[in-house]
């Protein structure tokens, strides 16, 4: 018996004598209406506690945000240390057990996105203004990747190689041992170990934390270990060559600078090692010298001429081994191959056919020029030959101005960088003006356009012809 019934029951047996049974009964029933009742009230007071919870986590899930919001505000006004551990200390008072972990996982993520690149401009400020180490880490610092974790290999290698630049190496081991720290706990989570394979944000991470390790090693004369991680990144090159590639217009953690940086280490430290057979050692070579083909095509199928040209030159002494020496001289170019000639001018015909050495010939040869003569025997009328050749391709003004003045005071040697621009500002002109040749012809000289040092053309015009003269006549023999 419950509810209404139950109180009817009640109130009919006040003035009844009942029986022990029915008495029982009555109370019995009472006392189950009395227990659901109770039930019932707790019920609605644990509802209501869970509700009051969840606004109450709401509640602070809305302050946390808040608080990130304005941390990371502060942080890019440079009180990024401080504002860090106030909201940290806030939160930890605020929060409790997974709330807690949650907050300290979100003010790390805050730290590697924020603090640590700020670190990074703070340190590309400390070199020379302007100069290509400062610009590569202030680059290096504008590069954001998704995963927080390789975010911290990437900055700390980052880091490393800023604080190489300033010659701080112990800072730089630091950064770099904290930069292999985080890469070790990457892999050995076992999620994240099973999709590293194929995936290139880690594997390009990976490659330049191990290059940064590489060069740090170098330094410090640990020439194995250098080694050993020279070759960790090139193992990981020939697993995933798509790596390499430069054709992709995305921002990549690794450039051609990364990339050829390895090649041109390993090649160096393993012609020192006695260890190493002359076959690994052509092997790595090749290797390079792929990838400047590969830089090369890159650039002419962009039309960056400057580059292309600058590419061209790095391309012919890598292949007549002279890149230490940084020219070719006679014998370079009597017997440089005829191959790798062909090669090179067909992929600047084929990319514009304004350029390319077989079209230089074509006017050396039809301004009057000869082919391989000695400079011992040259005429008055071989060096005029020369200058109508040089102004035919545009490397030579008929007056000159400022410091490019010629020997006979009657024109001047165009710099690079204004040949270039004048290409560029004209897409139908300029025949045969690249690439360059360079053999004897360029100098690091005067400052350019926008301050920046360029490379111009000597002003001496017997060197200039004779590597010309010398080249057409390696061209002509070449059949090109």
């Not at 659901?36 to 899930?61: F, P, S, V």
């Not at 990130?68 to 605020?94: E, W």
């Amino acid at each position: 018996m419950r509810g209404k019934a139950l109180q009817e029951a009640e109130e009919w047996a006040k003035d009844k004598n009942l029986s022990y049974q029915d008495k029982q009964y009555l109370a019995a029933s009472k006392e189950k209406e009395i227990q659901k009742e109770i039930a019932a009230r707790e019920i609605e007071a644990q509802l209501e506690r869970e509700k009051k919870d969840r606004e109450a986590t709401e509640q602070r899930n809305k302050a946390l945000a808040e608080a990130n919001m304005k941390a990371r505000q502060r942080i890019r006004n440079g009180t990024i240390i401080l504002v860090l551990t106030v909201l940290g200390a806030a939160i930890s008072v605020i929060l409790a057990g997974k709330e807690v972990k949650e907050a300290q996982q979100k003010l790390k993520e805050t730290y590697t996105y924020v603090a640590y690149p700020q670190q990074l401009i703070e340190l590309g400020r400390k070199l020379p203004l302007n100069s290509t180490e400062s610009q590569l880490i202030s680059k290096k610092a504008g590069l954001k990747i998704k995963d927080a974790q390789i975010e911290q290999v990437y900055l700390h290698a980052s880091k490393s190689l800023a604080y190489q630049y300033l010659e701080d190496w112990k800072s730089a081991e630091e950064s770099i041992k904290q930069s292999m720290n985080f890469l070790r706990g990457y892999k050995e989570n076992k999620q994240e170990r099973e999709g590293s394979e194929s995936n290139s944000e880690f594997l390009e991470t990976e490659i330049f934390a191990l290059n940064i390790q590489g060069d740090l090693l170098k330094e410090q004369k640990k020439t194995q270990e250098a080694i050993e991680a020279y070759k960790e990144a090139f193992n990981i090159f020939q697993k995933h060559p798509e790596l390499s590639s430069l054709q992709s217009a995305d921002l990549k953690i690794i450039d051609s600078r990364v990339i050829e940086s390895i090649y041109r280490s390993l090649n160096s430290l393993l012609s020192t090692d006695p260890s190493v057979t002359g076959d690994l050692k052509k092997r790595f070579e090749a290797y390079l010298t792929k990838h400047l083909y590969a830089q090369l095509e890159y650039f002419l199928k962009a039309k960056n001429w400057k580059s292309a040209d600058l590419q061209t030159y790095q391309l012919m002494l890598n292949l007549a081994q002279r890149e230490e020496q940084g020219y070719l001289n006679y014998d370079n170019i009597n017997n440089f191959s005829c191959p790798d000639l062909q090669k090179i001018d067909h992929l600047w015909v084929n990319a514009d056919n304004r350029f390319g050495f077989s079209v230089q010939k074509q006017i050396w040869i039809k301004t009057g020029n000869r082919l391989g003569i000695k400079l011992d025997y040259w005429n008055n009328s071989d060096y005029e030959n020369n200058i109508k050749f040089a102004k035919a391709v545009g490397w030579y003004d008929e007056k000159g101005t400022g410091n490019n003045q010629a020997r006979d005071k009657k024109g001047s040697y165009v710099s690079l960088d204004g040949l270039y621009k004048r290409i560029k500002d004209n897409s139908v002109g300029y025949r045969g003006s690249l690439p360059v040749i360079r053999s004897f012809s360029f100098r690091r000289g005067v400052d350019g356009e926008d301050g920046v040092n360029e490379v111009e053309i000597d002003i001496e015009t017997i060197k200039q012809a004779r590597s010309s003269s010398f080249l057409a006549l390696r061209l002509a023999n070449c059949n090109i």
